[in-house]
């Protein structure tokens, strides 16, 4: 099965940039999506095919993907942006990172 | 707006059996692809189970594949997760969500416990 890696934590200053990586082999071949979920809440899509928006998702949140780390930006970081942070490929199955945590300092 | 509304969970013994059930309304059921996923306490999502828009495709993680059954009504607006011989470490909240690739809108979730 594909593996995919996420750092358990990140923690970044209230108004600055968290970049949130996604590693997995050749994952630029691969189209990733990425989810955030609130505690108590179900996960709700951010980000999907590496840099899109759905309708209703600022556009703080971006993504990337290259080589064998995709990434999640979110720009201007707000209070309410703590949460946790999954990634998700498909390849021949459905496959979702351990997720992040981000804490607002 | 799309909504889905799971319900079904409980506490079963182990090697019993429990039904899910997803209502799903605000946008037409019939064309989209379905899933459930489930998440252990603690725990990141994992894909459970996957049906097509017209049910003719269904596909299973390999931990549930002989145990679980994904099926969907389309005059109830309903996908349904049939749970059989079931095990504690099946123990999760389980949610049914939408889409193909990417799960595009979730349900709240219900919490399903394997305990004696």
Redesign the interface.
């Known amino acids: 099965s594909y593996e995919l890696t996420q750092p358990l934590s990140v923690s970044v200053a209230l108004g600055q940039t968290a970049t949130i990586a996604c590693g997995g082999n050749n994952i630029a071949s691969k189209n990733v999506h990425w989810y955030q979920q609130k505690p108590g809440q179900a996960p709700i899509l951010l980000i999907y095919r590496d840099n899109i928006r759905p309708s209703g998702i600022p556009e703080r949140f971006s993504g990337s993907n290259s080589g064998d780390t995709a990434t999640l930006t979110i720009g201007r970081v707000q209070v309410g942006d703590e949460a946790d942070y999954y990634c998700q490929v498909w390849d021949h199955t459905y496959a979702f990172g351990p997720g992040t945590k981000v804490t607002v300092l | 707006q799309v909504q889905l509304v799971d319900s079904g969970g409980g506490v079963v013994q182990p090697g019993g059996s429990l039904r899910l059930s997803c209502v799903a309304s605000g946008f037409d059921f019939k064309d989209y692809a379905m ?1 459930w ?1 489930r998440q252990s306490p603690g725990g ?4 459970v189970a ?1 049906i097509s828009y017209d049910g003719k495709d269904k ?1 299973y ?1 390999a931990s549930v594949k002989g145990r679980f059954t994904i099926s969907r009504d389309y005059s109830r607006n309903s996908l349904y997760l049939q749970m059989d011989s079931l095990r504690p470490d099946d123990t999760a909240v389980y ?1 049914c969500a939408r889409g193909e ?9 219900t919490l399903v416990t394997v305990s004696s």
């Open positions: 899933h996923v990141g999502p994992e894909w996957f596909n993680a949610y690739m990417a799960f595009d809108f979730w349900g709240q979730g």
